[in-house]
């Protein structure tokens, strides 16, 4: 049973919050809702399953978190103008297609031109 007393000089709105949050985390909203209609067997299975499944999602996703970090490196597609590349050839875009991570992007660029003038 939830109870809640009220402290001196306390405002009863924040008593009421107090009890609001203690009641979301014993949970009683939640079995109010579902005891409020009947739930066939198939469904309560059904709602189980999918409960599972998105625990799992939940615990490989913060799993994945923790072993990469927060964010996914990002994926940098910019047209890039190198002062060599313009004085060497007359190269006017380059494209960088590539996942970035810590890598600059004039040494990215310069890697991409010098792999093209050895292939000619």
Do not use: W
């Not at 996914?72 to 313009?86: D, H, L, M, Q, Y």
């Not at 040494?107 to 000619?120: P, R």
């Amino acid at each position: 049973m939830i109870r809640v007393q009220v402290r001196h000089n306390e405002p009863l709105e924040a008593a009421l919050r107090r009890f609001k949050r203690q009641c979301n985390y014993a949970g009683i909203f939640r079995l109010a809702k579902k005891a409020k209609f009947y739930e066939k067997p198939s469904e309560t299975r059904r709602r189980e399953s999918r409960e599972r499944a998105r625990n799992i999602a939940r615990q490989i996703r913060k799993a994945n978190q923790a072993k990469f970090g927060r964010r996914k490196p990002r994926r940098i597609t910019t047209n890039v103008k190198s002062e060599n590349e313009a004085a060497d050839k007359s190269v006017d875009d380059v494209k960088v297609d590539e996942v970035m991570t810590g890598v600059d992007i004039r040494s990215a660029v310069a890697q991409q031109a010098s792999s093209t003038s050895n292939e000619s």
